[in-house]
């Protein structure tokens, strides 16, 4: 497979985290960001894949389907900060 350079515009504050995350984790930014593209296209569109622990904790929560979560939780935070 050949390399290919790219060029990307990105937050300086960005850029500096990343390079310390690549460093702590022994690996280069390249390789952290052709990961990235890797999964990110591995990923069907229509298929998302969730961290264990979210797995975990699916199903938890039973909720009605006729609900409106948006105003549920307009009316929780009103009671709370009355």
């Known amino acids: 497979m050949t390399s290919t350079k790219l060029t990307l515009k990105l937050n300086s504050n960005i850029i500096a985290l990343a390079k ?3 460093s702590e984790n ?8 052709e990961n990235f593209f890797t ?3 591995e990923t069907k569109s229509n298929e ?6 979210v797995q975990e904790l ?6 009605k389907d006729d609900s409106d979560y948006k ?3 307009h009316n929780y ?4 900060y009355e």
Do not use: F, R, W
Request: proline share 3%; glycine share 4%; no cysteine.
């Open 71 to 73: 105003e549920d939780y």
């Open 77 to 80: 935070l009103a009671e709370k």
């Open 26 to 33: 022994e690996t280069s930014l390249s390789q952290l960001v």
């Open 20 to 22: 310390t995350y690549a």
């Open 39 to 41: 999964k990110l296209t």
């Open 58 to 63: 699916a199903g938890i929560i039973s909720l």
């Open 48 to 53: 998302i894949t969730y961290s264990p622990i």
